[in-house]
């Protein structure tokens, strides 16, 4: 059986894509996993066990894709280049989505009329879905969600090099560890904390004995530089300028992470981290958590959203989120992990 799934973006996405992998296998042994993607989600997938190839679209599909033929093709991606290029690859069955003649979005088959349907109505995406994207996506290539997992890995030498690099800033074993990501992409609005709850959040949780490290990228940066300002803690800036696998490598010594609905909350997931993600724009129904970690929601009407500036001034949603409120949530969880490490080493 010779495979190929379609998906370029958003990293997460990517990431939380992988879970039909497993389940792939199983149903077709000894089958030939292909993965057609951009460049930056490629990262994610490097060396996985599941994966036989990976091809990277570069302004163009590779051209090996425009000779050769699949048994199925699966695209879970609604974006023009991805629905574009799984017409033109030859395929005997085709899953998930296509392009219609005049140019839009058209599900292969009966299987993923319900995931087109939460593209074009708000009230069944927003209000009356309860379907995870897992549950979604499985559905959309004819399988059931078992719970399976994502499938991510991180190579030895980032594992290494972050390790001594964590351990030279004085990253105690002895400590809870929460990552905390101040920010988010570009895509949604609803996704980062006012800068001061962020620095109240750290000076409190720092006084619990529970040890800090500040995660972010390159658009983090100046953000993370105005909240350290703020904080009379000592924490472990992790930088902004990690590889994803380094960063991926960062939060594998964290047990907690902050964060919206973001990559990091993949990622954390991915690894097994217990994420406290609060949300405003997006869809919480659609996060599997793994009975790991919890989800904070908004009260107000406008939320979800899926803009991608807030109409209203400062994000509402996100004030909802208070200091006292996430530091509970923390606490919390940061107890029982605590507990269980104290059992373990007993």
């Not at 951009?38 to 679209?57: P, Q, R």
């Not at 069944?124 to 969600?145: A, D, M, P, V």
């Not at 973001?262 to 406290?276: D, G, N």
């Not at 793994?290 to 929601?297: C, F």
Request: net charge positive; aromatic share 8%.
């Amino acid at each position: 059986m010779n495979i190929l799934i379609v998906k370029f973006a958003a990293l997460g996405d990517v990431l939380r894509t992988t879970t039909i992998l497993t389940a792939l296998k199983e149903k077709y042994p000894g089958s030939h996993i292909s993965w057609l993607t951009e460049e930056l989600s490629g990262e994610v997938l490097k060396d996985n066990a599941f994966i036989d190839k990976i091809y990277l679209y570069n302004n163009s599909l590779p051209k090996e894709l425009l000779t050769k033929s699949f048994d199925l093709l699966i695209n879970l991606d609604k974006d023009d280049i991805a629905i574009s290029s799984s017409e033109i690859i030859s395929s005997k069955i085709k899953k998930g989505f296509g392009k219609d003649k005049h140019g839009k979005v058209r599900p292969f088959d009966q299987d993923s009329e319900y995931a087109y349907r939460l593209g074009i109505d708000d009230e069944l995406k927003f209000r009356i879905n309860k379907k995870t994207y897992q549950q979604i996506s499985f559905e959309q290539i004819g399988l059931t969600f078992k719970n399976q997992e994502y499938v991510f890995n991180i190579c030895e030498k980032d594992k290494a090099a972050v390790k001594e690099k964590l351990k030279n800033k004085g990253l105690s074993n002895d400590k809870i560890i929460l990552g905390i990501v101040t920010g988010s992409g570009s895509g949604f609005c609803g996704k980062s904390l006012p800068d001061n709850y962020y620095a109240e959040i750290i000076d409190t949780l720092t006084a619990k004995n529970i040890q800090i490290l500040l995660l972010g990228g390159p658009r983090e940066s100046a953000k993370n530089q105005k909240i350290i300002k703020l904080i009379n803690s000592k924490i472990i800036d992790t930088g902004c300028n990690n590889t994803i696998n380094e960063y991926a490598a960062i939060i594998g010594h964290c047990d907690l992470i902050l964060t919206g609905d973001t990559l990091t909350l993949h990622l954390a997931i991915a690894l097994k981290k217990y994420p406290v993600v609060f949300f405003g724009s997006t869809s919480h129904q659609e996060i599997e958590l793994y009975a790991r970690g919890t989800k904070l929601l908004p009260s107000l009407n406008c939320a979800p959203c899926y803009k991608k500036i807030c109409p209203k001034t400062d994000e509402p949603c996100m004030k909802e989120f208070t200091p006292e409120k996430i530091v509970k949530e923390i606490t919390a969880i940061a107890d029982k992990l605590e507990n269980k490490k104290r059992g373990q080493l007993k």
